[in-house]
């Protein structure tokens, strides 16, 4: 690289009309000569004779001393004359060179000023110096500090800890880092500005982040807004009244509400839904409710239970079949889809289906159209699908057992009944009300359940869950010999007392449990009543007047 220091001779501190005289005779000499020029101003910053604005930046003021670099093929030549140049008058001659000048100005001003202008980021450029050579509106705007007080000033004293100076010190950019500039949050990517592999200056680009911030504050509220209406939305829901289709499921435990109220939601739509749940917890009662608690209420409500259907039939089943399409098809038969038509097809236990039925399935929820098996006719039908199951449809699922394109199609709306251990409060208002419906259908009167065969009532775990509390009464029902129903009414698999224990409850010398007196009177009365069949005959072995046993057999309820 050859170099030549002058003096700078001019009047005048090398102003912008200048600048672009040089630049633009700059790249002349370069093409013509095959040479690269840079100059370098005293303090040292040294930037490409062909860059205007940089050569602008270098503020070179009369009687400076200004080093010229050259390289390349004609370096001495380009060197000596790009010199001259510099130390000339840098007047423009004639009219043409000074169009040419205008032409640059204009073109710089276009990519620099106007552009920077009508961009709305904050922009801000320095030199190596930290001075401030370009500041554009969205920066005046932002940090609230006119150009006309920022240009030319140091940018570190302006506007102290932008972190400029590290990057232009390392020439490294850092991104996105927030800042307060003047009091204004903004977040800024400042940016060495790199010309043939030097440093020659900084940007800070900067975005005003105080309506963001606003916004996100907002937006948080608005959040809190709508998980509140929300909140309040479900409550409604869950206290608003069912459909009275939804009457006939008894109990008032938060879960079963939970469910209910998506049962009651599920009603007001044609999606498909999956109920989930163990063994008797109601789903088909559920689904049964939903049924009539929607538009195809007065549509029938046909029930498949899969795994009762041999794999091989089930098809026909679902979609009917031809006369002649297998061995035995002797006629033709509508399946329970096109039975189905305008109402809802509830499918019972889906973990049960074959993978072959799962596919067939899977066409009809998409399409709603099938083909009887052994027909080619497509039959279009327009049901709305309840599917149900105890299995966990993920884990099968997982294991390849059950598809899982058919598992999303069908969990569009979820409904899980939680089983009767873990709505325990329940069984009361359950046991009450299977009573009260089974004594009807039996043609019984048993008006009430005792405390104590409550609490065994409430303590067992109820594998079977309603179902099994259901037929636990209808037993209790049947075999009881009084208008109430108690203890040893009940299975010893839930009392937990084989029929020796159940003496101890007279037998004071065992171990057994203690009960209130009146439990060992009503016991007593009843098995003398039993054994003796009169008020008269009790009475003498008990040492009581017949109208007190009377009177006792009355208050526990002994007289049926
Ligand atoms: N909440 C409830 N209120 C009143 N009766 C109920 C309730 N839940 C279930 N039952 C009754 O319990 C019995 C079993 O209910 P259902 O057949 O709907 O259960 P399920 O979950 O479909 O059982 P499975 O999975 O064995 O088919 C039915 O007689 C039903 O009427």
Redesign the pocket.
């Known amino acids: 690289m050859l170099k030549k220091e002058i003096f700078f001779k001019n009047r005048k501190v090398l102003h912008i009309r200048a600048a672009a005289m040089l630049a633009q005779k700059a790249n002349e000499m370069e093409k013509e000569l095959n040479a690269t020029l840079f100059v370098r101003n005293q303090r040292g910053h040294e930037v490409p004779a062909t860059a205007l604005m940089a050569l602008y930046s270098l503020r070179i003021k009369p009687g400076d001393r200004v080093t010229v670099l050259a390289d390349g093929s004609d370096a001495g030549e380009a060197l000596e004359r790009f010199s001259r140049l510099l130390e000339g008058d840098l007047v423009p001659k004639g009219i043409e060179e000074n169009d040419k000048i205008d032409s640059i100005l204009e073109e710089n001003a276009l990519t620099s000023d106007v552009i920077l202008d009508s961009i709305t980021d904050g922009l801000i450029v320095v030199d190596m110096d930290s001075t401030i050579i370009s500041y554009n509106r969205a920066a005046e705007e932002i940090i609230g500090i006119p150009r006309a007080l920022a240009m030319g000033k140091n940018l570190s004293f302006l506007l102290p800890g932008t972190g400029i100076d590290k990057v232009l010190a390392s020439g490294k950019g850092e991104y996105e880092i927030k800042k307060i500039f003047n009091g204004s949050p903004v977040i800024a990517d400042l940016l060495p500005i790199i010309i043939n592999k030097k440093t020659v200056g900084g940007v800070i680009i900067f975005q005003d982040i105080s309506r963001m911030e606003r916004l996100l504050r907002e937006m948080k509220d608005f959040k809190q807004a709508v998980a509140r209406a929300e909140y309040l939305e479900e409550e409604l829901m869950r206290s608003k009244k069912l459909d009275n289709a939804f009457d006939?499921?008894?109990?008032k435990s938060g879960k079963?509400m939970d469910a209910l109220a998506m049962a009651g939601k599920a009603a007001t739509t044609t999606s498909t839904v999956l109920i989930r749940?163990?063994?008797?917890?109601?789903?088909?009662?559920?689904?049964r409710a939903i049924h009539c608690a929607s538009r195809r209420k007065h549509g029938p409500f046909v029930r498949v239970n899969c795994p009762a259907i041999p794999q091989t039939l089930l098809e026909s089943e679902l979609f009917g079949h031809e006369k002649g399409a297998f061995t035995g098809a002797l006629y033709q038969k509508i399946g329970k889809f096109e039975l189905a038509d305008g109402g809802t097809v509830f499918l019972?236990?889906i973990g049960e289906m074959g993978n072959e039925m799962q596919a067939k399935l899977l066409r009809v929820l998409q399409e709603k159209e099938f083909e009887r098996v052994g027909g080619n006719q497509t039959i279009k039908v327009d049901v709305r699908i309840i599917a149900?199951t105890?299995r966990n449809l993920e884990e099968m699922v997982k294991k390849g057992g059950f598809r899982e394109d058919l598992y999303y199609r069908l969990n569009v709306v979820p409904i899980f009944?939680p089983s009767l251990r873990e709505r325990k409060e329940?069984i009361p208002m359950?046991a009450e009300?299977?009573l009260k419906k089974l004594c009807k259908e039996l043609g019984k009167d048993i008006t009430s359940i005792t405390h104590k065969a409550m609490k065994y009532l409430l303590s067992y775990d109820w594998p079977g869950?309603?179902?099994e509390l259901?037929n636990v009464v209808e037993r209790a029902i049947n075999v009881t010999d009084d208008n109430i129903i108690d203890v040893d009414d009940l299975p010893t698999y839930i009392t937990g007392l084989s029929t020796k224990d159940k003496q101890y409850l007279v037998n004071l010398d065992a171990d057994g449990e203690v009960a209130p007196f009146e439990e060992y009177e009503r016991i007593i009365i009843k098995l003398a009543l039993k054994k003796y069949k009169s008020f008269n005959a009790a009475g003498k072995v008990l040492g009581l007047t017949h109208k007190t046993v009377a009177a006792k057999a009355r208050k526990y309820g002994l007289l049926n």
């Open positions: 006939e499921i008894v109990g079963l749940g163990e063994s008797g917890t109601g789903k088909e009662l559920v689904a019972d236990e149900a105890n009944l329940d359950l009300h299977f869950n309603v179902r259901e």
